[in-house]
């Protein structure tokens, strides 16, 4: 499978600070990345798709001028929390496929756990 | 609209046992399905996969076949391991919605030496 690293693993901001989560796709080119959201003990919640060159698809009830994400290259997606509040607090996941991979299939980083003080 | 529907966690077993995890899905067409497995404080890794109805996925000791008259696809494995225990996420997706995967709420798995 295809390999993703996320960087960083974990970081503590103080509220109103702005956070920027790096995704990288090691060893193809990712067409499309994905950015997931995920509270203790629950499941994966789509934030926000991500063509490169395009601009961000963000899913209903996610503030894009929060969350702002950018694609700029095959291989690196960032996501940047502005304006953190406590609430942002959250395990950031990113995934990746694209026509190597088949397009159906999504590889995921490790994750990204944010603590807004 | 469609959907995934995992059986309730936690699931506790004893080493050797028999798992199952059960998984249905509502979808409108015929979706790809996916089991993932998320270990603690990583990301989801893909555990397997099947693209169509009667395949059968298999990856680690674990399969899952596409059941697509009773919409299912639940994840097996003949004897579990205490490396085993994890959160395991079933998912479908469609080709032609870019990929976007929609999951089950997940199921958590303790296995006991």
């Known amino acids: 499978g295809a390999v993703v690293s996320q960087h960083p693993s974990r970081v503590i901001c103080k509220s109103g600070t702005s956070v920027k989560i790096e995704c990288r796709s090691l060893?193809?080119?990712?067409?499309?990345m994905f950015w997931y959201r995920q509270f203790p003990k629950q499941s994966l919640m789509l934030m926000a798709t991500?063509?490169?060159?395009?601009?961000?698809?963000?899913e209903q009830g996610v503030e894009k001028d929060k969350f702002l994400i950018n694609h700029a290259s095959l291989t690196l997606s960032t996501l940047t929390v502005t304006s953190a509040h406590p609430e942002d607090s959250s395990f950031y996941i990113c995934?990746?496929?694209?026509?190597?991979?088949?397009?159906?299939?999504?590889?995921f980083g490790p994750g990204t756990r944010l603590l807004v003080l | 609209g469609d959907s995934v529907t995992q059986m309730e966690g936690p699931v506790t077993l004893s080493e050797e046992a028999f798992l199952t995890i059960n998984c249905t899905y509502t979808?409108?067409?015929?979706?790809?399905l996916f089991w993932y497995v998320q270990y603690p404080g990583e990301g989801l890794q893909l555990l397997l996969k099947?693209?169509?109805?009667?395949d059968k996925g298999s990856n680690k000791g674990f399969e899952a076949t596409y059941r697509k008259e009773t919409t299912s696809f639940h994840l097996e494995k003949g004897s579990v391991q205490v490396s085993d225990s994890a959160v395991y996420f079933c998912?479908?997706?469609?080709?032609?919605?870019?990929?976007?995967?929609?999951f089950g709420q997940g199921t958590e798995l303790s296995v006991k030496p």
């Open positions: 979808a409108t067409g015929y979706p790809s």
């Open positions: 099947a693209t169509k109805a009667d």
């Open positions: 995934s990746v496929t694209g026509l190597a991979v088949g397009l159906e299939t999504q590889y």
């Open positions: 060893d193809f080119q990712a067409t499309t």
């Open positions: 991500s063509n490169e060159g395009s601009k961000a698809t963000y």
């Open positions: 998912a479908l997706s469609f080709y032609n919605q870019g990929g976007k995967l929609i």
